[in-house]
């Protein structure tokens, strides 16, 4: 009675095939750990990329944060630059006045008053008729 007898392939007798397969192995092998190393150099990219975004979000709320401060000092320095500019007009419509006053006891009195002449601040700002005063700046103020 024949056994059945599986035949033997011809790569398990060839040392060809066997040299093929050994090198079939190894290229699967290095395949394998390409891809390993592949997958480990995404997975790095993935967490740089992760924790740049996270600092350039802290950075862009720091910036926002900021700039907040920075439009609430202008509107507070706007407001108390229009109640200068009121107190400024109301002075001066005062100061009018009392030249009007001057000028009614000179004409009626006949008194010799040097009447000064009123600036027009819309006209040259720059030369109103003021005391010098130093401009003292801080660190505080130019920080934006």
Known sequence: ???AQ???SSSDSDPR???IDERKRKRMLSNRESARR???RKQKQLGDLAE???TL???NSQISERISAAAQRYIEMQSANNVLRAQAMELTDRLRSLNSVLHIMEEVGGYDVVIPEIPDPLL???QLPCPIQPIFASVDMLEY
């Open 1 to 3: 009675m024949a056994s």
């Open 6 to 8: 599986r035949p033997a």
């Open 17 to 19: 095939y066997a040299n």
């Open 38 to 40: 592949s997958r480990m």
């Open 52 to 54: 740049e975004m996270s």
């Open 57 to 59: 979000q802290k950075e």
């Open 124 to 126: 040259e700002p720059w």
